[in-house]
């Protein structure tokens, strides 16, 4: 049997293409979700990837989620960070609740998962944990002052978590996605996605699979020396 992985917002868009690349690499996979029951049995169901439904921004259900993940299918040996919400509005706006939403799944969701498992990794002397940050975590972008500064948040988090790892065999790095094509962004007006496109270099929209198997390489035995470091996969569209 394969590593155990859990992919945080794992049924839908780009967690469903990073749950899909780590099956089809051997490993053990469990998905998260946290609303759409309905997509979440159409993904097991073709998938065969069993999903359990919490939110990340309740410590306590992330513990009682990773508990019955390991119990059905052994340690969480590599742990994706992948689920997020957005709440866009000008800052002037912005409302407490709209910050707040999105900093306790964004930001603190990736402690509420990570601190269960992190103990085991360290006894076990293995672990791969992978942070889903953004473009807009590395850039910032006007109306989303909540969400830019919970993934930039998302990257200080991997930097420093990674040099408590290091040491017991642990890695985490994580991705920054650009303008990737999925349901959301695929719902937007044509003349807005064009408008986004024409910001890209490489001339088109990132594919889910393209930021999955940035996720399985990280996730990998042949990452063993890569930590603390951001991949930036956005077509060029900025560079760091």
């Not at 759409?36 to 439904?53: D, K, L, M, Q, S």
């Not at 990736?110 to 889903?132: H, K």
Request: proline letters at 4%.
């Amino acid at each position: 049997m394969g590593r155990t992985a859990l992919v945080t917002g794992g049924t839908r868009g780009i967690g469903r293409a990073i749950s899909i690349a780590l099956k089809d690499d051997g490993f053990v996979v469990a998905a998260n979700y946290a609303g759409n029951r309905e997509a979440a049995e159409a993904f097991t169901a073709e998938t065969g990837i069993p999903a359990y439904r919490w939110s990340v921004a309740d410590f306590d259900a992330c513990a009682d989620g990773i508990a019955q993940v390991e119990a059905e299918h052994g340690p969480v040996e590599v742990l994706v960070n992948n689920a997020g919400i957005t709440r866009d509005g000008m800052f002037h706006r912005m409302t407490p609740d709209a910050w707040s939403a999105v900093i306790d799944t964004n930001l603190t969701g990736l402690f509420n998962m990570t601190r269960p498992v992190w103990p085991g990794m360290r006894e076990r002397g293995f672990g791969r944990v992978v942070n889903i940050s953004s473009i807009n975590g590395q850039k910032g972008q006007m109306g989303q002052t909540n969400y830019s500064a919970a993934k930039a948040g998302d990257i200080g988090f991997t930097k420093a978590l990674a040099q408590e790892g290091a040491a017991k065999g642990i890695t985490v790095n994580a991705v920054c996605p650009g303008y990737i094509a999925t349901e959301m962004v695929m719902a937007v007006p044509e003349k807005i996605r064009d408008s986004i496109i024409a910001q890209i270099p490489v001339g088109r929209l990132g594919e889910p699979d393209e930021i999955a198997r940035c996720v399985a390489f990280l996730a990998s035995d042949s990452a063993g020396f890569i930590t603390g470091a951001t991949l930036s996969a956005n077509g060029g569209q900025y560079m760091s």
